[in-house]
């Protein structure tokens, strides 16, 4: 069956990089696009950036300088990397796969900005 | 980007009653909506898509209407395990916004 995970360090330090890895089961990273939604603590939901399924990378404007989202097919996995972490950075990060349109989600990894 | 205008941000209701959620999207997003439910500590579950069409496995006491820029999310007969808090998106356009979403308490 269809399965996310995300898996990455709790804590980071402020102005360090984040660098969180989404695994992926049961369908194939091209044929679904693979989003990133993080929800800052107490907060809403924000989308991040895709992976699209054809390889290309879209960013939400607000942290395009920071975020980079890659994968790698082979494994099944899909990174992000958001440098310059501060504390309003603190929140829950989840994988999602495109469809209808976020049909599966991961179960969330839980970051804390701070020093 | 197209903005997600949803309210209220707080409901508190009563068991067996029905509860209605708004969504206002800031230009035609033709029908190109979905709303999911967030209990404490999950992932968010996806409800309908399409504006009013039912994911499977989601009970019927969940529904959706509208179209355009204006729609409604509805739960018949509330129970106690729909305690949760409600969000809409959009995926009319690249990006797809979520509303702030709606709190949803027992009364």
């Known amino acids: 069956q269809v399965q996310l995970t995300e898996s990455g360090p709790g804590l980071v330090h402020p102005s360090e990089t984040l660098s969180l890895t989404c695994t992926v089961s049961?369908?194939?990273?091209?044929?679904?696009?693979v989003y990133w939604v993080r929800q800052p603590s107490g907060k809403g939901l924000e989308w991040m950036g895709r992976?699209?399924?054809?390889?290309?990378?879209s960013y939400n404007s607000a942290l395009k300088s920071r975020l980079s989202i890659s994968r790698d097919t082979s494994k099944n996995q899909v990174f992000l990397k958001m440098n310059s972490l501060q504390t309003d950075d603190t929140g829950t990060y989840y994988c999602?796969?495109?469809?209808?349109?976020?049909?599966?989600w991961g179960q969330g990894v839980m970051v804390t900005v701070s020093s | 980007d197209i903005q997600m205008t949803q309210s209220p941000s707080f409901l508190s209701a009563s068991l067996g009653n029905s509860i209605t959620i708004t969504c206002h999207a800031s230009?035609?997003?033709?029908?190109?909506l979905a709303w999911y439910q967030q209990k404490s500590g999950n992932a968010p579950e996806l409800l309908i898509y399409?504006?009013?069409s039912l994911q499977s496995g989601v009970p019927s006491r969940f529904s959706g209407s509208g179209s355009g820029t204006d729609y409604i999310f509805t739960i018949s007969n509330l129970q106690p395990e729909d305690i949760a808090t409600y969000y809409c998106?959009?995926?009319?356009?690249?990006?797809?916004?979520f509303g702030a979403g709606t709190k949803l308490e027992l009364k």
């Open positions: 998106q959009h995926y009319q356009s690249f990006p797809y916004t």
């Open positions: 399409k504006a009013s």
């Open positions: 230009q035609n997003i033709k029908g190109w």
């Open positions: 999602t796969r495109e469809g209808n349109p976020f049909d599966y």
């Open positions: 049961g369908f194939s990273l091209t044929g679904y696009s």
């Open positions: 992976m699209r399924y054809n390889g290309d990378t």
